[in-house]
């Protein structure tokens, strides 16, 4: 079978695969809800936010859910946080760990819930991103005027391919075909998405972002993750190729979304981070040091 790129489509033997005027507003009509953000966290993000609430107020609010309670805890009491004693209640843990490390911690359990079901590989590898960007935003090349929020990192990374796992549940037939044609041609998984299904994981996880009313940087950052030209807002480029840079990280430590798929990777990712191909060992090395935590983090969400 012989592909040629078109300006508008790959072509095969001809004749297109299939339109590409789909948009992403049809399809979330017509095949794919996107899930809703539960209202726990809805409400424990507001009460974070409001400066008259009080850490009880939070700690009643996390206990009133007690799936994320105890999805929660047992973030806390991952090898990832590894804390030096067993923390049994939500107020213990906000009070070792602070209420915004809490806020995330949450947020990653409700993650978790949302991607129960969606493929190993792949929740292995957004897991592995969270540890990978937060590697890379510790790290000495990357400073607070970079990236601004150090304690969301692991979120940014968890959340790149959330669109793919929505793919995975709604479009499974389709996926299938997604698989097929990168297995048969030097096509990179983002490249056949838009192919086969007229969008790709990175605008629709966007779309997710946005409807969770995450912060635009965050939306910005998952739209250009393949392609920093996608950031709305240029100030998001450095964020977008961070969370770039920590997929390619993935893909080089053993964590790839996919087999038989080439990494998506904008070479102007090192450019705009400043971070050279040569650091990338240290990475990786690194990344072998996390095994355990990706590795305990994933089971949860899976
Ligand atoms: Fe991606
Ligand atoms: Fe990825």
């Given at each position: 079978m012989h592909y040629t790129l078109g300006k508008e489509a790959w072509v095969k033997q001809g004749e297109h695969i299939m339109s590409a005027t789909i948009s992403i507003e049809d399809i979330l009509d017509e095949v794919i809800t996107l899930p809703s953000l539960p209202d726990t966290v809805i409400q424990i993000t507001n009460l974070i936010n409001?400066?008259?609430?009080?850490m009880n107020d939070i700690g009643k609010a996390i206990s009133g859910d007690p799936s994320i309670a105890l999805k929660s805890l047992r973030v806390v009491n991952s090898a990832y946080f590894a804390l030096p004693t067993k923390v049994t209640s939500v107020e213990h843990a906000i009070s070792l760990l602070g209420m915004k490390v809490i806020k995330n911690i949450v947020f990653t359990a409700s993650v978790f819930d949302t991607l129960q079901g969606g493929e190993e590989m792949l929740i292995k590898h957004n897991v592995a991103c969270g540890v990978a960007m937060k590697l890379l935003v510790d790290s000495?090349?990357?400073?607070s005027s970079g990236f601004k929020h150090p304690d969301e990192a692991f979120i940014y990374g968890l959340l790149h391919d959330v669109g793919k796992l929505i793919f995975g549940e709604f479009m499974a037939d389709k996926m299938a075909k997604v698989v097929d044609l990168c297995s048969t041609n030097p096509l990179t998984w983002y490249q056949a998405e838009k192919e086969i299904i007229g969008i790709d994981h990175a605008e629709l996880g966007a779309k997710l972002a946005q409807q969770w009313q995450l912060s635009p940087e965050l939306i910005d950052a998952i739209r250009g993750h393949?392609?920093?030209?996608?950031?709305?807002?240029?100030?998001h480029r450095f964020t977008a190729a961070l969370m770039g840079l920590a997929d390619f990280i993935c893909y080089q430590s053993g964590y790839p979304a996919h087999t038989n798929a080439t990494p998506a990777l904008d070479e102007d990712i090192w450019s705009e981070t400043g971070?050279?191909?040569?650091?990338i060992e240290g990475f990786v090395t690194a990344m072998h040091d996390s095994k355990d935590s990706i590795n305990e983090l994933a089971n949860m969400a899976s």
């Amino acid at each position: 079978m012989h592909y040629t790129l078109g300006k508008e489509a790959w072509v095969k033997q001809g004749e297109h695969i299939m339109s590409a005027t789909i948009s992403i507003e049809d399809i979330l009509d017509e095949v794919i809800t996107l899930p809703s953000l539960p209202d726990t966290v809805i409400q424990i993000t507001n009460l974070i936010n409001d400066p008259d609430a009080s850490m009880n107020d939070i700690g009643k609010a996390i206990s009133g859910d007690p799936s994320i309670a105890l999805k929660s805890l047992r973030v806390v009491n991952s090898a990832y946080f590894a804390l030096p004693t067993k923390v049994t209640s939500v107020e213990h843990a906000i009070s070792l760990l602070g209420m915004k490390v809490i806020k995330n911690i949450v947020f990653t359990a409700s993650v978790f819930d949302t991607l129960q079901g969606g493929e190993e590989m792949l929740i292995k590898h957004n897991v592995a991103c969270g540890v990978a960007m937060k590697l890379l935003v510790d790290s000495e090349y990357v400073d607070s005027s970079g990236f601004k929020h150090p304690d969301e990192a692991f979120i940014y990374g968890l959340l790149h391919d959330v669109g793919k796992l929505i793919f995975g549940e709604f479009m499974a037939d389709k996926m299938a075909k997604v698989v097929d044609l990168c297995s048969t041609n030097p096509l990179t998984w983002y490249q056949a998405e838009k192919e086969i299904i007229g969008i790709d994981h990175a605008e629709l996880g966007a779309k997710l972002a946005q409807q969770w009313q995450l912060s635009p940087e965050l939306i910005d950052a998952i739209r250009g993750h393949h392609d920093l030209k996608k950031c709305e807002n240029p100030d998001h480029r450095f964020t977008a190729a961070l969370m770039g840079l920590a997929d390619f990280i993935c893909y080089q430590s053993g964590y790839p979304a996919h087999t038989n798929a080439t990494p998506a990777l904008d070479e102007d990712i090192w450019s705009e981070t400043g971070i050279s191909p040569d650091a990338i060992e240290g990475f990786v090395t690194a990344m072998h040091d996390s095994k355990d935590s990706i590795n305990e983090l994933a089971n949860m969400a899976s």
